[in-house]
């Protein structure tokens, strides 16, 4: 545990280190640099804001308004009788559209369950491989105005349930 | 996208009409807003900053390298991107951004490889294949080691916080082996 901490806390700052010393030694005007890459960073944010308010908003109503209590009972007694832990369909809906409301739902399974439990295990293993899909699509594509998407949104969705199903099966076979 | 944004705002608006949960709806309606906005400033500093690195690491030949070093990997996802094209050092930068859990700092590099696979991309408003491709890899999730879950394990009295490391990392890897399945078999109707 200590040692993946520690770790976790060196892969940020190392990689910033290494960047800047890499950039020095090939003699890149760092600062300068830095300078014209942030400006674009700050024009990608503004580009993506209206972006990202139509969706915040979207999945405010869509959480608020009950409807995805509704996809998630509608989903419950289809994943069930694959044994799927009852807490776990919600969590698999919630993570493909809000990884902060995920985050809370992980904490209430933590509170009620433990994280060692079996539920506590499946929902930890299950946010390592599973992924914000509805942000990161909209972000990306609308970024470069692209409107038909092809199979991008069932690829990753049913990527996402596949991520579910194996973390389900793993922490069976493990533990 | 028009129908994924619509299906959240009518049926959320018409379900909370249905369940009497309308005050609700409203705050959501007049707070979504808010929250983006502070969302946005959260974040603000921390893609220009990793932009910034980013440039260096771009200006100082360390993308094209990285790009290069995985270069059939990159083949065999995308046949469609030339060798050396500016899309490929995005993408590569991207993949391990996301691959070392840098989370925010990941977008900038998505967003530019987005826009040079655009430059390539024939279709118009339509998503080339290199797109789909990287945007299922890109949701198949790569990050390797998911330090809030760790974190939370921790402040809720796991007696083995990191046990779920190892499970992670085959699940991830696993999840994103069959979203590139999944995706070279879409790509084999053609463009």
Known sequence: ?175 | MDWIWGFFIVGGILTGAILGRMDLVTNAVLDGGKTAMELVFAMAGVVATWAGVLKIGEKAGMIAALARKIEPLMNFLFPTVPKNHKAREYIAANFAANFLGLGWAATPAGILAMKELQKLNRNGTKASGAMCMFLTVNMSSLQLLTINVLAYRTKYGSVAPTEIVGVGIVATLVTTLFGVTLAKICSLGGE
């Open chain 1, 1 to 175: 545990m200590e040692i993946l901490l520690t770790m976790s806390n060196y892969i940020i700052p190392v990689t910033m280190l290494f960047i800047v010393v890499y950039g020095l030694l090939n003699g890149v005007r760092i600062y300068e640099t830095f300078l014209e890459g942030a400006k674009e960073g700050l024009q990608t944010v503004v580009e993506i804001l209206p972006t990202l308010i139509g969706l915040i908003v979207a999945v405010e109503i869509f959480q608020n308004g009950g409807l995805l209590e509704i996809c998630t009972n509608l989903i419950r007694p289809l994943v069930e009788p694959l044994g799927f832990p009852a807490e776990i369909a919600p969590l698999s809906v919630i993570r493909l559209v809000s990884s902060s409301a995920a985050i809370g739902l992980l904490v209430d399974i933590f509170q009620t369950y433990g994280p060692d439990s079996y539920m506590g295990r499946v929902a930890s293993v299950m946010m390592s491989c599973t992924e914000t899909v509805f942000y990161t699509m909209s972000v990306y594509f609308l970024a470069v105005g692209i409107r038909k998407t092809r199979y991008t949104l069932p690829c990753a969705l049913i990527t996402n349930f596949v991520g579910v199903v194996v973390a389900i099966w793993l922490v069976g076979l493990v533990w």
